[in-house]
């Protein structure tokens, strides 16, 4: 089988700290450019940020600039998504998704284009 499985959203208090991970299974990521995608409930996904296959070049969403960082581990087949300062508006579910051929500014805008997706992981920020 070839899955993506996130991991690392929960609750969190507005200004705090997550890392969420991006698990393949079934396939090694190491061809593949990343994306870290967000959808609020009722709402349209966004992408948030996205990495080349061979990480030397990365994207984010405006809204995220400066907090967010990714990077990837080709090693342990896994694609992390730190965020700091979270806001109350960061609040969504948070999907990683694959795809071979693409440029990572490409990548930012296939909110619903990309060949694999993971589940979701829920992050909310609240007090």
């Known amino acids: 089988q070839l899955q993506l499985v996130e991991s690392g959203g929960g609750l969190v208090q507005p200004g705090g700290s997550l890392r969420l991970s991006c698990a393949a299974s079934g396939f090694t990521l190491d061809l593949y450019t990343i994306g870290w995608f967000r959808q609020v409930p009722g709402k349209e996904r966004v992408g948030v940020s996205c990495i080349s296959s061979s990480g030397g070049s990365t994207k984010y969403a405006e809204s995220v600039k400066g907090r967010f960082t990714i990077s990837r581990d080709n090693a342990k087949n896994t694609v992390y998504l730190q965020m700091n300062s979270l806001k109350p508006e960061d609040t969504a579910v948070y999907y990683c998704?694959?795809?071979?051929?693409?440029?990572?500014?490409?990548?930012?805008?296939?909110?619903?284009?990309?060949?694999?997706w993971g589940k979701g992981t829920l992050v909310t920020v609240s007090s």
């Open positions: 998704a694959a795809q071979r051929g693409i440029s990572g500014s490409t990548c930012l805008a296939l909110t619903y284009g990309m060949d694999f």
